[in-house]
């Protein structure tokens, strides 16, 4: 059974600094991703990678926010800089699994930047 777990949202002021990490169990994947959705949005990509380690980020995040994988762990983590408020939203993790191409989400970890 596969599971995807995200952690390390929190509160933080513009300009400053989070990280996030998901772990995905169960299976193993092609590409993962970190997609976000702010109140009254649609969700959107943020980020992704493939097992191969090729990154693809939305251009409003370019340049502040860096994605990296762990194969052996399943894991993908996002390092965000120079957050701005804009980037306030729940942040989802989501995994796409080997030969069977189905993603699988997580629940979502807040991310708030207070101005």
């Known amino acids: 059974q596969v599971h995807v777990v995200e952690s390390g949202g929190g509160l933080v002021q513009a300009g400053g600094s989070l990280r996030l990490s998901c772990v995905a169990s169960?299976?193993?994947?092609?590409?993962m991703a970190w997609h976000r959705q702010a109140p009254g949005k649609q969700r959107e990509l943020v980020a992704s990678?493939?097992?191969?380690?090729?990154?693809i980020y939305a251009d409003s995040v370019k340049g502040r926010f860096t994605i990296f994988r762990d194969n052996a762990k399943n894991t993908v983590s996002l390092q965000m800089n120079s957050l701005k408020p804009e980037d306030t939203a729940v942040y989802y993790c989501?995994?796409?699994?080997?030969?069977?191409?189905?993603?699988?989400w997580g629940q979502g970890t807040q991310v708030t930047v207070s101005s």
């Open positions: 990678i493939s097992s191969g380690g090729s990154a």
């Open positions: 989501k995994a796409n699994q080997r030969f069977s191409f189905r993603d699988y």
């Open positions: 169960g299976s193993v994947f092609n590409d």
